[in-house]
């Protein structure tokens, strides 16, 4: 399958998980980022097409917010080869303007 992406994704150096804001559950961690996409290890199955408000936990070092909010559509899914996992490629489809300068951050800090 070709590459679409706009951009390079950069992986993710330190643990950070992403929560679905509607729960507050812990929904995967971030295995790569970039300011369009991410890709998660999740042990949940998330079909493509479903669109997800989540929030990136940071970590509370006090240089930057404790949470990064956006909004995420599922594109794929692939099982890992530990089964009861799934690698899922998502699509950034709403960040906040304010927040954009911080995910920039994010990537330069942790990627």
Known sequence: M??????????????????????GEPIGELANL????????????????QILQVEIALPSDGKLPERINLGIESLWYEEDDDADQY??????????PENTQLLETLIAEFC
């Open 87 to 96: 690698w899922i490629g998502f699509q950034i489809i709403d960040l906040a």
């Open 2 to 23: 070709p590459d679409k992406r706009r951009e390079p994704r950069f992986p993710v150096l330190v643990p950070l998980r992403v929560l679905d804001m509607g729960t």
């Open 34 to 49: 970039s300011r369009h996409g991410m890709m998660l290890l999740s042990r949940y199955l998330i079909q493509p097409n």
